[in-house]
Nanobody
Framework: EGQLVESGGGLVQPGGSLSLSCAASGFTFNAYAMSWVRQAPGKGLEWVAFIQNGGGSPTYKDSVKGRFTISRDNAKNTLYLQMSGLKPEDTARYYC????????WGRGTQVTVSS
């Protein structure tokens, strides 16, 4: 059974940085495109970033362009999201999602941006 486990969330001050990781297991990670999706308190799911299975074509939600970087290490079966210049509106639970012959979601990691 495929599994995604996020880590790296926490409390950070505005302007700070965090690095999220998503460890994949139980499926062929390098065959799956991946995304980060977030959900703020009381709001719906919001797509944040996407990367192809080979690591190409990273794309971002406009509001995070230039501040967030999605990457992956297929040898380590791990997806990353490097976040800098964090703003209070980035506060959300962040999920990694896999797209391929099946779909996989992690349980998320909480990111809180507050002074």
């Amino acid at each position: 059974e495929g599994q995604l486990v996020e880590s790296g969330g926490g409390l950070v001050q505005p302007g700070g940085s965090l690095s999220l990781s998503c460890a994949a297991s139980g499926f062929t990670f390098n065959a799956y495109a991946m995304s980060w999706v977030r959900q703020a308190p009381g709001k719906g799911l919001e797509w944040v970033a996407f990367i192809q299975n080979g690591g190409g074509s990273p794309t971002y939600k406009d509001s995070v362009k230039g501040r967030f970087t999605i990457s992956r290490d297929n040898a380590k079966n791990t997806l990353y999201l490097q976040m800098s210049g964090l703003k209070p509106e980035d506060t959300a639970r962040y999920y990694c999602v896999g797209f391929g012959s099946s779909g996989y979601w992690g349980r998320g990691t909480q990111v809180t941006v507050s002074s």
